[in-house]
């Protein structure tokens, strides 16, 4: 159980923070860097669902979502050294990647399928579903970046949670797109070349 009983600690003021084991790093790390932009993600479904009132079974497939963001961000902050641990670090598990792709699968059986590239606009829920969309793909290479850097780990569950979480939030701005504005804004090449 988490308890915060202080906002600010003042451990920070000297441009370094603490990860689950205890070590503290520079909050420059690349581990840092991953695992915030994954709390951005879930910032960014937040606002998301302020638009998702006409769409409540969204809203309830991203209501988990941001609970797992958490396990991820938990998982991220934990550094596997192979160091036994007084805790069993929370970590994303395969089962959470294929309830994604199950997701996936139920909310795009309905949608047209694609002729072009779709344009991040449309109705608000579905723009900021974009935002979130792109903000993901930032967390997943920066995880990915972090796996290759020797000596760090990342599970590949985790990985593969932030790929198929932005395939998700790509099929939900498309549906939000049908169900309550005109259906994708399609991208049109050369668009801007057409003098007025």
Same mark, same amino acid.
């Given at each position: 159980m988490v308890v915060l009983n202080r906002i600010y600690t003042?451990?920070?003021?000297?441009?370094?923070?603490?990860?689950? $084991?205890?070590?503290r790093r520079p909050k420059s790390d690349l581990r840092i860097e991953a695992y915030g932009t994954v709390d951005e993600t879930?910032?960014?479904?937040?606002?998301?669902?302020?638009?998702?009132?006409?769409?409540? +079974?969204?809203?309830? +497939?991203?209501?988990?979502?941001?609970?797992?963001?958490?396990d991820l961000g938990a998982d991220l902050a934990t550094?596997? $050294?192979?160091?036994?641990?007084?805790?069993e670090p929370l970590r994303i598990v395969d089962a959470q990647v294929e309830r994604l792709e199950r997701d996936i699968d139920r909310l795009n059986a309905g949608l047209k399928p694609l002729r072009s590239f779709v344009l991040p606009a449309g109705v608000p829920a579905?723009?900021?579903?974009? +935002?979130?969309? $792109? +903000?993901c793909r930032r967390a997943e290479r920066l995880a990915v970046a972090l796996a290759a850097v020797p000596g760090e780990r990342v599970g590949a569950p985790a990985v593969r949670y932030l790929n198929r979480l932005s395939d998700l939030l790509f099929v939900?701005?498309?549906?939000?797109?049908a169900e309550t504005g005109g259906g994708d804004v399609l991208w049109v090449p050369a668009a801007g070349r057409e003098a007025d």
């Open positions: 003042r451990t920070g003021d000297d441009g370094t923070t603490a990860l689950g $084991t205890g070590e879930n910032a960014a479904i937040g606002v998301a669902r302020l638009h998702l009132a006409a769409l409540p +079974v969204l809203d309830a +497939v991203l209501a988990r979502i941001q609970n797992d963001l958490f550094p596997d $050294t192979g160091a036994e641990l007084a805790y579905a723009a900021h579903l974009h +935002v979130a969309r $792109t +903000v939900m701005s498309r549906l939000a797109n």
